[in-house]
Each structure stands twice: as structure tokens, then as C-alpha cells.
């Protein structure tokens, strides 16, 4: 198994900036591709991007491409999300999430097994 925990929410003006980082522990002998999802009351889980085990591919949602950026060191076995010029919508609790498969998938095809706990993000107008 593996475990994943977010950090780096807080509360932050519009346009303003956060960096999101979600380390992992158990399994990191074996990288992941992995994700970064929000969630807002009343809304469904979106994805906003994606990254394979080398970080050669992403993926972005148009909500949030050209603002957020997906990245991730593997030899501190952490992935981040740099999310700029943050805007009151993007108010969510940020989740990441893991593929545990061993082989590699197209990034389209991610299936999403492992799941950090989460990391609240508040935007104030």
C-alpha cells in the first residue's frame, strides 16, 4: 500500500498564490502516476491534473490550465501543485491521488487507487 498526505493549504487572497505538496510513504519503491483533484460543496470531485511516474506527460483541466502547475520530485517522493493567480472558484478541498499499477498507462487512462486525506484551499474575493 501506499499512503499519500497533502500539505500547503490555507487561506489566500484572489490572485494570489499557493504550492500544494502530497508526500508519499509505503510503497515508494515503485513510483505512481498521480493526480490532483478538488472537490467544492455541492460539487462533483473534478480532476485538475495529471503527471506520469517520469513526469514526461501532464494533463490539465481547462478550468485551471495556464494557472496550475503540476510537477514532481521522486527521490523526495512528492508531487506538487503550483496553483497561481487563484481565484475564488478554485475554493475546494485539494485532494491527490495515486495509480497504483505497476505498468505504465496512457495519462487518460489513470486509475486512481490511493488517496491523501485531503488539504482545504480557501480563496477570498
Known amino acids: 500500500q501506499v499512503q499519500l498526505v497533502e500539505s500547503g493549504g490555507g487561506l489566500v487572497q484572489a490572485g494570489g498564490s499557493l504550492r500544494l505538496s502530497c508526500t508519499a510513504s509505503g510503497r515508494t519503491f515503485i513510483s505512481y502516476a498521480m493526480g490532483w483533484f478538488r472537490q467544492a460543496p455541492g460539487k462533483e470531485r473534478e480532476l485538475l491534473a495529471a503527471?506520469?511516474?517520469?513526469?514526461?506527460?501532464?494533463y490539465y483541466a481547462d478550468s485551471v490550465k495556464g494557472r496550475f502547475t503540476i510537477s514532481r520530485d521522486n527521490p523526495k517522493n512528492t508531487v506538487y501543485l503550483q496553483m497561481n493567480s487563484l481565484k475564488p472558484e478554485d475554493t475546494a478541498v485539494y485532494y491527490c491521488?495515486?495509480?497504483?499499477?505497476?505498468?505504465?498507462?496512457?495519462?487518460?487512462?489513470?486509475?486512481?487507487?490511493?488517496w491523501g486525506q485531503g488539504t482545504q484551499v480557501t480563496v477570498s474575493s
Open positions: 503527471i506520469t511516474k517520469n513526469g514526461l506527460n501532464t
Open positions: 491521488a495515486a495509480d497504483g499499477r505497476i505498468a505504465n498507462f496512457p495519462i487518460a487512462t489513470l486509475k486512481y487507487d490511493y
